[in-house]
């Protein structure tokens, strides 16, 4: 943080390009919905509320843990070896070490735009920063298996790129819209359904075993990811390079 705060204008300047382009996502929904009605029962709150949470895990995820995303590229190019020279847990340090001044625009649009959608409860609330939080662990968890699977399959960590990609791409639309092989895919190999919707839908429509089976995932991946990175360590060979991870 204090990196990213030392260039004030310039922090400032990020994270008002990210609520542009977030604004730009509101005015494109309000512009469909307004045209095609609703959408195997999404309407333009429903989506603006996932939208809402998709801001938030992404700032939460990749604003204040970007190194998650960075992860195979760090293995691959030995940029983890000081990390494991410290007093510390090496993926705590790597995710902790830095934050991405851009992407905390989305931390602070997301919040703003669900309390402008109105019906604020304190129930709505809690449900909305639980299924933040559990999006936002399924989100960073991900990652972090993908970039650990550099440890085994060698290569230069695209595939942790790749997966970035889709799974952002998927968990900005409805799931609902889905169907056969890619609906699927949302709630297995590129879990999108646990990063926003099923979230949006826990606002909605609260449901004890819909909030357990979150909560549930949340912890399997969390548990995967950290236990994938401490395999790989055990395999990892420095590439002496000594930086600044």
């Known amino acids: 943080f204090a990196e990213a705060w030392a260039k004030r ?82 993926l705590t340090y790597l ?34 920063v639980l299924g933040s939080l559990v999006g936002t662990v399924v989100f960073v968890s991900f990652l972090v298996l993908l970039g650990s699977v550099t440890f085994f399959a060698g290569g230069r960590g695209e595939h942790a790129e790749l997966g970035f990609q889709a799974i952002l791409m998927l968990s900005s639309y409805p799931p609902d819209i889905f169907g056969g092989a890619t609906r699927i895919l949302l709630f297995t190999a590129v879990p999108a359904a646990f990063v926003t919707g099923l979230p949006t839908r826990l606002v909605d429509d609260f449901s004890i075993g819909l909030a357990a089976t979150m909560l549930a995932v949340a912890a399997l ?11 790989g360590l055990r395999r990892y060979r420095s590439g002496a390079v000594w930086t600044a991870a």
């Open 9 to 90: 204008s310039s922090f400032w300047f990020q994270v008002a390009v990210m609520v542009a382009n977030d604004l730009f996502f509101v005015a494109f929904w309000f512009l469909f919905f307004n045209e095609v009605g609703t959408v195997r029962g999404w309407d333009v709150d429903r989506t603006l509320l996932l939208l809402a949470i998709l801001a938030t895990v992404t700032g939460a995820g990749m604003g204040l843990f970007p190194n998650a995303r960075r992860l195979g590229e760090m293995i691959s190019d030995g940029r983890i070896d000081a990390a494991l020279a410290l007093p510390a847990d090496p």
């Open 95 to 128: 995710l902790a070490r830095s934050v991405d001044a851009a992407l905390l625009g989305d931390l602070i649009f997301g919040p703003a735009l669900f309390l402008a959608l109105g019906d604020v409860t304190p129930e709505r609330v809690a449900l909305y």
């Open 221 to 231: 991946f969390a548990a995967a990811a950290y236990a994938a990175f401490s395999a």
